[in-house]
């Protein structure tokens, strides 16, 4: 009876979650795995998980090597470097207890050149979104006090030749050219009650940007957040009457300067169109049906015209190429979108002037590497041209042949 007794106490125990040793082996496994789960595992098979690299530590590791660093920041080393000196030292931008300037540029610079969101930015840098939020608009805050220092002209006061109208096809026909004019859309994203204005024939809400440049593909002066649906012209001689004092016009006494337009724009005084109804861009020559060479004095200035002209196309085209943000904007402002185009002409102007190569800028520094967009050609300038702008067109078309 004793042992009997013995054995069901036993086999109570048991059922209770008594000291059975195949319980007792189960409940190591169990506490085995339990800790391995806790702690990554220290066992020769189950190396010790390594902390995430942080932010900064990132931006360290594309600095060092010069390839990872112009596709991670779109620009070399050296010019990275310079930018974020000047814009510590001359526009303000701080470090915070979250995050260092340099971390803080380098974050802003990857994410307009991919483009990359919030999202994407948090998982790359462990900085929660709202850190990720105010540090992106310091350093835009940081660039836009830049702009009105780098988008001017070198040479204020017009008074140097550029050595490209020092070439045989455009001396002395285009001696008193300073620059070229035109507009460009870039995409926008605005409340659904605003879209009508802002929506074009290519299916999606833009913005149209007014910008000048000159011959070494720098920006001198923009004007953003048109919508699409207002007419080149109209924004030029807006711009010149709101911004007369900022827009980039030569001296009194050098009034016969001037800046090459497309013909969307009037054949005015300090703008020179070309001839309306003839052949003019530089695909027409290179893959039309006709002969690949002008004939006329009428072709042979739009051919030339074209030609100098064709430099504002390739700093859009550089400008776009570079920084992927213009193509597919975030969710801001509307203001908040100008601010950005503008400030990536201010970048585009940094890295040129800093004089240092790159392929972007090198991709397109021939006149054919890109196709003159020939929207504004299709519209009619909402003005009449100038009879003496007309006559000075003729007199170079006159000299060319």
Not at 143 to 155: E, G, H
Request: aromatic fraction near 10%; hydrophobic fraction near 35%; charge should be negative.
């Amino acid at each position: 009876m004793s042992s009997c007794s013995d054995t069901k106490e036993s086999s109570g125990d048991i059922a209770d979650g008594g000291t059975d040793t195949k319980d007792d082996d189960d409940d190591f496994i169990v506490l085995y795995l339990a800790l391995q789960c806790i702690d990554g595992g220290s066992g020769m098979n189950n190396p010790r998980t390594i902390p995430p690299e942080t932010g900064i530590q990132w931006v360290e590791r594309q600095l060092q090597d010069s390839d990872d660093c112009y596709d991670m920041f779109r620009m070399r080393r050296t010019v990275f470097r310079c930018l974020h000196e000047t814009l510590v030292n001359d526009y303000g931008l701080t470090s915070s207890k979250e995050v260092c300037s340099k971390e803080a540029l380098g974050m802003f610079l990857w994410m307009c050149g991919a483009p990359q969101y919030v999202r994407q930015a948090k998982n790359k840098f462990h900085q929660s979104k709202e850190t990720i939020s105010r540090k992106f608009g310091e350093v835009l805050q940081s660039i836009n006090r830049m702009t009105t220092d780098i988008i001017k002209p070198k040479d204020s006061q017009f008074t140097i030749v550029h050595a490209k109208l020092l070439e045989d096809r455009f001396w002395p026909h285009f001696k008193d050219c300073i620059g070229a004019i035109d507009g460009s859309h870039i995409p926008v994203i605005v409340p659904l009650f605003e879209q009508p204005k802002y929506f074009g024939r290519h299916g999606y809400a833009s913005q149209n940007i007014m910008a000048v440049c000159d011959f070494d593909t720098r920006f001198t002066f923009v004007v953003s957040g048109w919508p699409r649906s207002v007419h080149d012209t109209q924004i030029l001689m807006d711009t010149l009457v709101t911004y007369k004092d900022q827009f980039p016009r030569a001296p009194e006494d050098m009034l016969s300067k001037y800046y090459l337009v497309d013909s969307g724009y009037p054949n005015r005084k300090g703008f020179l169109a070309p001839y309306k109804g003839q052949r003019y861009h530089v695909s027409e020559w290179q893959h039309g049906r006709y002969s690949h060479q002008p004939t006329g004095s009428k072709e042979m200035f739009n051919y030339a015209h074209s030609s100098l002209r064709n430099v504002i196309e390739r700093s859009f085209g550089v400008l776009k190429m570079k920084w992927h943000i213009l193509l597919n904007m975030p969710k801001y402002s509307v203001k908040k979108q100008s601010k950005i185009i503008i400030a990536m002409m201010a970048l585009h102007n940094f890295i040129r002037d800093s004089a240092i190569h790159d392929a972007d800028f090198e991709n397109y520094s021939n006149e054919d590497s890109v196709e003159d967009s020939q929207s504004s050609m299709n519209n009619s300038s909402v003005l009449r041209d100038d009879s003496d702008m007309g006559a000075f067109r003729n007199s170079i078309a006159i000299a060319l042949m």
